[in-house]
């Protein structure tokens, strides 16, 4: 018989996606789902999503008692993790999406999630983290590690295939969302930096977020509009294409789990650039197969950038290097069979 089971988070996200295709491909599971409906998008909608939180745990467990799934499994330790938590479920998977999942630092209900992250991790059968970086928050707060499986989901490296371009300028690319901790305000003053030093360039950037018309003014105010391409949400089977256009891979956040953004990068032969912080020092070394940048650096950027795409030797074995690393560690038909075969050995137990 099927096994069946509960996802809690945001369906719509490339990573859930990547997450339950997994799942059923690899695991043959039925997948039925579970969110929040209000948006965060004003003050008065965070207060109604608050109410609906307050909710959740009777909702989940009505369906648990309805649709009956052997095991449920929920992604960031410090909201749908907790309600799996309290689910009742037998076999509970949780996984922690950022570095800590404690975001942001200072804030007044810091305390409050780290609460509810132990008792995530202490009800949870298997907790994943998608790599190393995350397992350091883990030990410190005293979680046992023989339920924690590092590993990521991988990307599909059929679609997302190396390039072989030979482009002749900067054709640089950003897919994080828009929204202020990912810096994109950084990386458009930096190639302001380069259009003032009369080097020619183009930069994609794809999504969208809070920031978006923000953005736009920016790019327009530095007098580099049409320089800058704004694709907006993009199917992310669009995305491949995208990155193979392209020869510089950026992305500024100031804090970082795993990011499959640079795993999809990698694999499309894009040299990546990335901010200098913990989640991207794991994959990437200075000036061997990337840039590592200081946060709202944006002199540095822009002097790295010229760098990258002056050094064509160093920027093309980078490339070949960081293709291999993904096809040997990040090969999502190899790592969401480990992920599978890890549920089903939970759930015969």
Not at 64 to 76: F, G, H, S
Not at 222 to 250: A, C, D
């Amino acid at each position: 018989m099927k096994r069946k089971i509960l996802f809690l988070g945001e369906s719509y996200r490339a990573d859930a996606i990547t997450w339950m295709k997994g799942l059923k491909e690899f695991g043959d599971f039925e997948i039925i789902t579970w969110e929040l409906q209000t948006p965060s998008n004003s003050k008065l909608n965070r207060l109604k999503r608050i109410a609906e939180y307050g909710f959740a745990p009777l909702a989940i467990r009505k369906i648990i008692r309805q649709q009956k799934p052997d095991m449920v499994i929920a992604e960031r330790t410090t909201s749908y993790g907790f309600l799996a938590a309290l689910s009742g479920s037998k076999t509970i998977a949780v996984a922690q999406q950022g570095r800590t999942d404690l975001w942001p630092e200072g804030s007044v209900l810091y305390p409050f999630k780290k609460f509810i992250q132990k008792y995530a991790f202490k009800k949870a059968h298997l907790i994943h983290a998608w790599g190393p970086v995350m397992t350091i928050s883990m030990r410190e707060i005293g979680v046992d590690m023989s339920k924690v499986l590092v590993i990521p989901k991988g990307i599909d490296l059929s679609l997302f295939a190396p390039s072989t371009n030979n482009l002749t300028k900067i054709e640089a690319i950003v897919t994080r969302s828009l929204q202020p901790e990912y810096r994109h305000d950084s990386i458009i003053k930096a190639f302001a930096v380069l259009h003032q030093k009369g080097i020619d360039f183009s930069l994609t950037i794809v999504g969208d977020g809070t920031r978006l018309q923000f953005l736009k003014d920016l790019a327009k105010e530095l007098n580099i509009e049409n320089k800058v391409i704004f694709t907006g949400r993009i199917p992310n089977t669009e995305l491949p294409k995208l990155l193979q256009q392209s020869n510089i891979y950026i992305s500024m956040p100031i804090t970082e789990g795993v990011s499959a953004s640079l795993f999809e990068a990698m694999a499309c032969n894009c040299y990546p650039v990335v901010s200098d912080i913990p989640g991207n020092q794991s994959w990437i070394k200075h000036r061997e197969n990337g840039q590592l940048i200081e946060i709202d650096n944006i002199e540095m950027l822009a002097e790295e950038l010229i760098w990258s795409f002056q050094n064509v030797e160093s920027r093309n074995e980078a490339i070949l290097r960081n293709r291999k690393f993904v096809e040997e560690n990040a090969n999502y038909d190899i790592n969401m069979k480990v992920i599978a075969d890890k549920y089903h050995e939970l759930l015969s137990k």
